[in-house]
């Protein structure tokens, strides 16, 4: 019986998964990884950027003579624009993966909205957008990539395509943080480079992503391989605790 229910295990189908946390955090890198290393393990998977529009009302925004995206519609007039599509795209995204039958590796989902409306002191906008985003099920893993805001600041501005206040961004690290759905996020640390940010997203999905290869060893004085890999070389680096 035990061993007929890790057969079942085994064969349990990644539908969704989503990587969420605030601008800079490495989101996007990371998706696009995990969809190209679920589909070289024979998952094939699509990767979907939810977006809210907001960069893209903010250069509209820019062109007209208005400094950003709020000043341009207003706070209520962003957050309903900015719901609006990113229901869209999850909805259009799930739909692609439904019919297709790949994995849906979702850039962003239904927790950024709730965290951009409290980033943006429009809770009263929150009830309404989870009453939208209730039909979508829940992803089968929730990636929360933390990064201290001063360093996200410092990758946005090294990136030179947007640019994010220090206080924009650490109103959107604490809202991430109180949202009810965190008890619930695989949280993992976003610092490093992204092969190590990505060992660490990869060490939650070993049942569908084998284990790094160990590197080959040079061989020992008498021809034969010396022994690779051991604790502590090379390995899948750990999830960062739940504060």
Not at 12 to 22: E, H, P, S
Not at 49 to 58: I, Q, S, V
Not at 216 to 226: D, H, I, K, S
Request: with cysteine.
């Amino acid at each position: 019986m035990a061993s007929s229910l890790r057969t079942r295990r085994g064969r349990a189908r990644l539908r969704a998964v989503a990587l969420i946390g605030i601008d800079g955090s490495g989101k996007t890198t990371q998706a696009h990884r995990l969809a190209e290393a679920l589909t070289a393990a024979g998952h094939p998977a699509t990767y979907h950027r939810n977006a809210g529009g907001r960069r893209w009302l903010g250069r509209l925004a820019q062109r007209v003579g208005r400094p950003d995206a709020q000043r341009l519609v207003g706070r209520d007039g962003l957050l309903a624009v900015e719901s609006a599509l990113r229901w869209l795209a999850i909805a259009l995204a799930l739909v692609s993966c439904l019919v297709t039958g790949r994995t849906a590796v979702m850039d962003r989902w239904s927790a950024c909205q709730y965290a951009s409306i409290r980033a943006h002191g429009g809770q009263r906008w929150e009830r309404l957008a989870r009453a939208g985003y209730r039909i979508f099920p829940s992803p089968r893993v929730t990636f929360l990539l933390t990064l201290d805001p001063a360093e996200a600041y410092r990758r946005i501005e090294r990136r030179g395509t947007d640019h994010e206040s220090m206080r924009w961004l650490t109103a959107a690290d604490a809202a991430y943080r109180s949202l009810p759905e965190y008890a619930g996020f695989v949280v993992v640390d976003g610092s490093g480079t992204p092969e190590e940010v990505a060992r660490r997203i990869r060490a939650h999905l070993s049942e569908w992503l084998p284990d790094d290869p160990p590197a080959l060893a040079a061989p020992g004085p008498e021809g034969t391989p010396r022994p690779s890999g051991g604790a502590g070389r090379d390995g899948p680096v750990p999830a960062q605790a739940r504060p």
